[in-house]
């Protein structure tokens, strides 16, 4: 059983900077994809960013393309997120998750592991 914590959370001025960090353990996690996925108050959650197994591809959504940059360190079991330029409608509560297929890379998918999540609020 993989465990998933996420830490790195705030308040911050819109424009402003945020990193995000999740903490893998429980088992080895380097041969799953990995992801962070955010819920906004009264929305469904949604996929922000996604990293390979080897870190050799990244997937965004739209809306954090160019202002976010996911990154992992196999070594030390951590998953990123650097969170650049953030705007009010960044707000929600991320969630780091882990995919649950192994070697594999998209086009979709099975987020079966998650954290509880840090909460990020922006103010304008």
């Known amino acids: 059983q993989v465990q998933l914590v996420e830490s790195g959370g705030g308040l911050v001025h819109a424009g402003g900077s945020l990193r995000l960090s999740c903490a893998i353990s429980?088992?080895?996690?380097?041969?799953?994809?990995m992801g962070w996925l955010r819920q906004a108050p009264g929305k469904e959650r949604e996929f922000v960013a996604a990293?390979?197994?080897?870190?050799?591809?990244?997937k965004y959504s739209e809306s954090v393309q160019g202002r976010f940059t996911i990154s992992r360190d196999n070594a030390k079991n951590m998953v990123y997120l650097q969170m650049n330029d953030l705007k009010p409608e960044d707000t929600g509560i991320y969630h780091c998750?882990?995919?649950?297929?192994?070697?594999?890379?998209?086009?979709?998918?099975?987020?079966?592991?998650w954290g509880q999540g840090t909460q990020v609020t922006v103010s304008s």
């Open positions: 990293i390979s197994w080897n870190g050799g591809n990244t």
């Open positions: 429980g088992r080895t996690f380097n041969s799953h994809a």
């Open positions: 998750a882990e995919d649950a297929r192994v070697g594999t890379w998209g086009p979709i998918f099975d987020w079966a592991s």
